[in-house]
């Protein structure tokens, strides 16, 4: 066994097979070596630490979504022998502040972005400082191309293409008006999907997360002399809405309604009937991050193009017969 392949194992085991790392890392463990963390981040000139800048969020009403993430990526990390710093600005601070005191620490050795927003700055202040970082969620032209996404586009054709082979003419998309580029991606694909199987699609949208604005703008829609009989939602929360509607205006989902929606979060297994949605492949999106960051980090290549991952049709009885 070569004095390389035991580096990589300790360093880079991303780089080995499965099978030679695990006979590596079977030996190192029968021979009880545990390397010295001060003298190795001195000589590579790394911490090991990822630090990944939480979104904000409500610990009484938590987005499962991004809890899954934070555990993909905290077991892809790990996997490549790197650990996940949770960081988020103090009181008064601006992220980029926060960035530029990880930075001039020397606390870290990259960054993970999520929530990647049009012109987000944390983007921009990153690429300014030449400092390594991976985006989940695209990032400008002009500025590295270091991002992994999921081809919402494409996953919403798809959806619209179950709908028109059931014989769906007359479809609605449900979306939100915050402004959030993958909302915006979800809409061009359901009006690409419509305008690919000649059918009649309209838009309505909610400014925000209201539960009560959603039920009432659904509401409407369903009492309309044009209502549809297939509602694309844009995300599952928005779907929630929809059934609660359909309730209240006697629609029955399944049945006299279509619905289909994207993100598949752990409740929509649980609605009646079941909601038929796009999964995002959380892991893989992990994995993608975390082998792209350490790309920059350990090699010194920046990716010079970005990569899109199809997500995963669910197909559960809210589609209908």
Known sequence: MSRQTISNALNAPHRLRAETLERVTALIEELGYRPDQSARALKSGTRRIIAYPTPVDDPANPNPLMGGFLEAVVSAAGEAGYRILLVRPRPGQSQEQALDELIAGRTVDGFLLSDILRDDPRVAHLAAEGFPFAAFGRTE?????SWVDVDSVQAVIELVGLLAARGHRKVAFLGSSSGQPWMDDRRDGFLAGVRRHGMAGQEFSV???????????????LAGRARPTAIVAGGDWLALGVYAAARAEGVEIGADLALVAFDDLPVTAFLQPALTTVRLPLRRIAEALVS???RIVEDGVTPQAGLLLPGELVVRPSLGP
Do not use: F
Not at 211 to 221: F, N, Q, S
């Open 207 to 221: 400014p925000g997360d209201d539960p009560g604005e959603i039920v009432a703008a659904t509401r409407e829609l």
């Open 292 to 294: 792209r960051l350490l």
């Open 141 to 145: 032209p002009g500025h590295p191309q």
